[in-house]
Each structure stands twice: as structure tokens, then as C-alpha cells.
């Protein structure tokens, strides 16, 4: 790892980065056919670019279509940051792919390293919007934990980013930066086949992945992407508060693991924690959960549960969320509140949370209680957030 043990580094790097367009789909295009591919700026971004795209817009440049192959691997396998590194491309093309597309990364404001090690990365875009990103490193592998959105809609009344208002969707090349930015600072260039300390990515981060699903998915495609970042599905998780008709595709269309934010076992107290809940209640979210493709191919799905003293926590609740599990192939993670400026809840204590485990662990489900880390900078689950404000409303385009 690059960074020694400083607990708040401040890292002020430039980006020269044209501005964004105001849309979210700024520099992606999916599935879209060549034509439509975005240039929206004077450089084509490349980053985010799925794969079809990326090829159609060399390709667009006079470039061809082999070299789309070339620059990907530079790109995703190497860690190349600028055209000038890309040895095996002739110098020409190289002084002709500079002046013509943009692989900037977006600017880190700000990295800070806790005490047990977790680093977190306030990462700035060209619009000078932010969000966190968080690594939660282990001995020998860790999991990066990504943004999917500025700010978020869903409100859940324990979470600190839910009180920071949804700016936008992230596209998905700010999706995938977020990625690349960790890799460059923990040194994982080239693409490392075992030993990655970046071994698993959870999008966990600010947002509700599945409200931005086409860029999410477009930025896990990349990141599965075999000539690339080559992270399997298997070690991809995605975490919903419940947007239970994105579940499906989610399944069909990505097949990376799901996690569920349940949080409650009855409709009544979820309506007023887990918002969303008014919308989707806990039985439709339980049929999509038991129509995911993971249970049948034995991946369980987890089930996030956090621990709030005297509201969810009870020995009828863990009852209620034993016989609410029953068809699902599922494990519960238990998460102790991790406390924000302000937060209106406080953890349950350590017996309780025991006592709780133990019913789901006879009832035949794994309940860990999940390890806090990164407390000290701010970076535990549900308390990542940055200063962007909405400027104005149905900015994004959501509603
Ligand atoms: N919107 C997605 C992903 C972001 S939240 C979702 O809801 O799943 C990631 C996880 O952290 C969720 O399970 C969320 O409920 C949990 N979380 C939020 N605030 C928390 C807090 N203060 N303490 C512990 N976990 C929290």
C-alpha cells in the first residue's frame, strides 16, 4: 500500500478534465448503437464506455478497431492513466489520442487512513460534485466499498448519507474512476490474477444502486470485464434498500450477489426507518428475494440487519425474522449503528446483539455481527456522506 499510517491525508491532486455535461449519462452509452455514442465534450471520455462503444468511438476517431482492444487492456489490465504510457501503440496515435479523449481520473479531495486501517477517498468530479468510496482491508484480501449516487432519495432515518439530498446518479465512468482510483493508490496495477487486496467490491457506498441501475451495470460490466479489472460476479455484491422490480434484472441481467437492507420485520416499523418500504413492502421484497437467481445456484442471499437499541432489537423481532426467512437461502449480517453528528438512534449493546444472533443461529441462519470499521474517519456502513447540495430540483431527471 502506497499510504503509511497518516490517520487524515489530505491529497490535492489536479484533474484536467473538461467539464461534464449536466447529464447523468454524460459519458456513457450502453448498448446504444455507434452513432448515439456520446462525445459530449471536445474529448471523447472513454472510461465507462462499454465495450461495443469504446470500440465505436475509436473507430469514430479513424482508429482501427483492434486498437480498441489495445487501449482496454492499457486502460483496465496496466492502470494506464495517460496515452503517453501506452508503449505499444505507435506515437503518432498516442499524441493523436490525447488531443481527442479524456481517461482523466476525477480529482481525490481528501484520503484518510483509520486506525484499523480502512482508507476512505472523497473523490471530486469534473462538476466538482463528491462522493466517499471506502477500502476495508483484511490480512491477505478487501473489499472496496463504491458510490453508486451524490447524496440519495430514500431517507432511512438511521443513515447519514439519507440526510444529504439526492444530487445526481453517478455515470459510469465515475463509477468505474472510483475503482481505478483505489487500485492506483493501493498499487494493484496490472491487474494482479490472485493476492488482490482489492478482492471484492461492494456497492455499498452513498445511493440506492438499483435507482441508477443502467450505469451501475454498465460500470459491473466493466468491472467483470475478463481483459480488464477481471472481478467475478462472485465477489460483487450489491446492496438495495428494496427497489423490488429492478431485483429480477439486477439477477438476470448481472447475477452478482444481493444484499438486502431489511432493518425491520414488520411493514408498520419499516414504513418509518426503511422508507421505501411504503412503496415495496416486506412481502413483495421477500418474493423477489426467493425468485433471485443466486438461491439456486446456492449463493445466499444477505440480509442486512442493524442493530438499534429498543427499536428493532428485541427476541420477538429475531423470532419474527427467523419464520420471515423461511424459503430463502439467506445469512443475516448484523451491523451495530454506527453513530453520525446528530443520529436520533443509539447501537443496541453487545448482550442484545448476542442474544439476537443466537435466535437466528438456531432458527439454521449464519448471523454475524459485523466488525465496525473505520469509525474514527467516518467511513463505517451508513455514514459516508459529502457537502454537495441539489441545486435544483428533478435535477437528475428522477422524480
Ligand atoms: N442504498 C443501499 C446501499 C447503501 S447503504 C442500501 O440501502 O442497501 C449500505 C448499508 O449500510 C445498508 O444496509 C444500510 O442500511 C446500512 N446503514 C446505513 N446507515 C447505517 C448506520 N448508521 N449504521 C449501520 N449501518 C447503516
Known sequence: MLVANAHSLEQHMTSTSPPHSESPNATSCGGLPPKECSQNTDRTSLIGLDRA????????????????KQIWHWLYYQGART?????TLPKSLRTRLSSSCNIDRPTVNRMQQSEDGALKWLVQFADEREVECVHIPEEDRGALCISSQV??????????????????????????????IARDTIGEWPS????????????????????????????????????????SRRRITLSTAGVVPLIERCGRELGVNLAVSLHAVDDELRNQIVPINKKYPIADLLEACRRYPSGRNSRRITFEYVMLKGVND???????????????????????????????????????????ADIINDGGYSAPIRVPRGRDILAACG??????????RNHTGLS
Open 53 to 68: 462503444c469504446f470500440e465505436s468511438a475509436l473507430v469514430k476517431l479513424g482508429e482501427r478497431s483492434y486498437r480498441a
Open 83 to 87: 496515452f503517453d504510457e501506452m508503449t
Open 151 to 180: 447524496g440519495c432519495t430514500l431517507t432511512c432515518r438511521f443513515c447519514h448519507t439519507g440526510t444529504q439530498k439526492l444530487v445526481r446518479n453517478l455515470d459510469a465512468g465515475e463509477i468505474v474512476n472510483q475503482v481505478l
Open 192 to 231: 494482479p490474477k490472485d493476492g488482490r487486496m482489492i478482492s471484492n467490491i461492494v456497492m455499498m457506498g452513498m445511493g440506492e444502486p438499483l435507482y441508477n441501475f443502467d450505469n451501475v451495470a454498465r460500470a459491473l460490466r466493466i468491472i467483470m470485464d475478463g481483459e480488464g479489472i477481471s472481478l
Open 314 to 356: 428485541s427476541d420477538s423481532d429475531a423470532r419474527a425474522l427467523v419464520r420471515l426467512l423461511d424459503g430463502v437461502p439467506a445469512k443475516v449480517n448484523l451491523i451495530p449503528f454506527n453513530a453520525w453528528p446528530g443520529a436520533p438512534y443509539q447501537c443496541s449493546s453487545n448482550n442484545r446483539m448476542h442474544s439476537f
Open 383 to 392: 455514514q459516508l456522506k459529502s457537502d454537495s447540495e441539489q441545486v435544483k
